[in-house]
């Protein structure tokens, strides 16, 4: 079964950046053939899209909130799938899901695995 291994997060001063990462673990799986994405959480919140890109990466969404600072990508040959966020503001703080799923989708049911879940602050 395809596994989600998350890097990246952590705390940053609004206007900074950061990088999530994305990779399947157990040998044998690629992501290749899936659609990923990004999810989060925030504090009382509803989970909410961020990001989600196409297997072959042609397609790609964006989550009004996020349009024009983050930018997501895929290598296929690292088996990996990464959220650049730039210019960072307090309100994108909360917990960061990696998701794949069978098509390009915006909710979050489309999505049938799910990695860890990893912080981002932002703050000064």
């Known amino acids: 079964q395809l596994q989600l291994v998350q890097s990246g997060g952590g705390l940053v001063q609004p206007g900074g950046s950061l990088r999530l990462s994305c990779a399947a673990s157990?040998?044998?799986?690629?992501?290749?053939?899936?659609?990923v994405g990004w999810f989060r959480q925030a504090p009382g919140k509803e989970r909410e899209e961020v990001s989600c890109?196409?297997?072959?990466?042609?397609?790609?969404t964006y989550a009004d909130s996020v349009k024009g600072r983050f930018t997501i990508s895929r290598d296929n040959t690292k088996n990996t799938v990464t959220l650049q966020m730039n210019s960072l503001k307090p309100e994108d703080t909360a917990v960061y899901y990696c998701?794949?799923?069978?098509?390009?989708?915006?909710?979050?049911?489309?999505?049938?695995?799910w990695g860890q879940g990893t912080q981002v602050t932002v703050s000064s």
């Open positions: 998701v794949a799923g069978s098509a390009l989708s915006r909710e979050q049911h489309d999505y049938d695995y």
């Open positions: 157990a040998d044998g799986f690629t992501l290749d053939y899936y659609t």
């Open positions: 890109i196409s297997s072959s990466g042609g397609s790609t």
